[in-house]
């Protein structure tokens, strides 16, 4: 349920920034145990929603991973692997629409929803991301 942000929010937001901050596993002192050790998968608060402007999106270290979070102009949220396939490239500073963001370096396009490809080149993962009490969650699938 609700986890409440914790300092750890805001200090996991840059690319390159501190991975594996898991501001939920903070909540009550020892380690939760429904999120698994290994991959950091299960729920994470990454900030505050009000970080990311409608029409934008904003990269964050989740569980060792780097996560694109995107809010689309209906308000919605969307959340893919922030490194482009090609070369590397910040999908979080690409343009978006409802359907898909570009990237910014060569113009790859990749479906918001399903992390797919659309101009050849391989896929993105994709991840539920909801708001809960302002702040955004990303869940990162659990790998046992
Ligand atoms: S790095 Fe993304 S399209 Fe080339």
Do not use: K, N, W
């Not at 002192?29 to 990454?46: I, N």
């Not at 505050?48 to 689309?72: K, N």
């Not at 629409?97 to 994709?126: K, N």
């Amino acid at each position: 349920m609700s986890a409440g942000p914790t300092s750890a929010g805001t200090d996991a937001r840059a690319v390159g920034g501190e991975p594996g901050a898991g501001p939920l596993d903070t909540v009550g002192g020892p380690p939760a145990p429904r999120v698994a050790a290994a991959g950091g998968g299960g729920p994470h608060v990454v900030g505050p929603v009000s970080e990311i402007p409608p029409g934008e999106g904003r990269a964050y270290a989740v569980g060792g991973r780097q996560v694109a979070v995107f809010r689309l102009r209906s308000g919605a949220l969307r959340a893919l692997d922030a490194v482009c396939p090609h070369r590397g490239g910040p999908l979080a500073d690409g343009q978006i629409d409802a359907e898909v963001v570009v990237c910014p370096l060569h113009a790859h396009v990749f479906d918001l929803g399903s992390g797919a490809c659309r101009s050849g080149q391989d896929d993105v993962t994709s991840y539920a991301v909801h708001v809960e009490d302002d702040q955004v969650v990303v869940v990162l699938p659990v790998e046992m």
